[in-house]
């Protein structure tokens, strides 16, 4: 089975989460976190910054990783490396996605998530949570 190696970006701002629907491909019209594939000799931070500079025209500052997703789709496997980012630009301009969400922890669930994605969504809730706590 093939294996597709990417990154996403878990963008937080202001106790919201970024989210964009894929405007292309098989999986059009499912819910995602932003983000892509790592190319040859690549590291995951560096595509991670590439592929969001691709998608959404914007600078971010990659945290910390905070997830690996091992994920089987019926035509390949996907290792999908996830990290908490800061968005260090106002303005998103959408160049692949045909809709972008900024979700609560409340509302997180109102959107529906490609399978992979859903795998991280409880530890995402978790950071919502936690940085409402420190920072109200």
Not at 2 to 26: C, F, N, P, W
Not at 117 to 130: G, R
Request: proline fraction near 4%; hydrophobic fraction near 40%.
């Amino acid at each position: 089975m093939k294996l597709v190696q990417v990154v996403a970006a878990i963008i937080v701002k202001d106790h919201k989460v970024l989210s964009t629907k894929r405007g292309y491909g098989e999986f059009k019209g499912g819910w995602e976190f932003p983000g892509g594939k790592i190319e040859e000799g690549e590291q995951p931070e560096e595509a991670l910054v590439r592929e969001i500079q691709e998608e959404l025209e914007v600078e971010i500052k990659v945290i910390e990783k905070i997830a690996t997703i091992e994920y089987t789709y019926p035509a390949f496997h996907l290792s999908m490396q996830c990290f908490l980012c800061d968005l260090l630009d106002e303005e998103i301009t959408l160049t692949q996605h045909d809709e972008a969400k900024w979700l609560t922890k409340d509302s997180i669930d109102e959107v529906e998530w490609l399978p992979a994605d859903i795998e991280v969504l409880e530890q995402v809730k978790c950071i919502l949570s936690t940085r409402e706590r420190v920072n109200p």
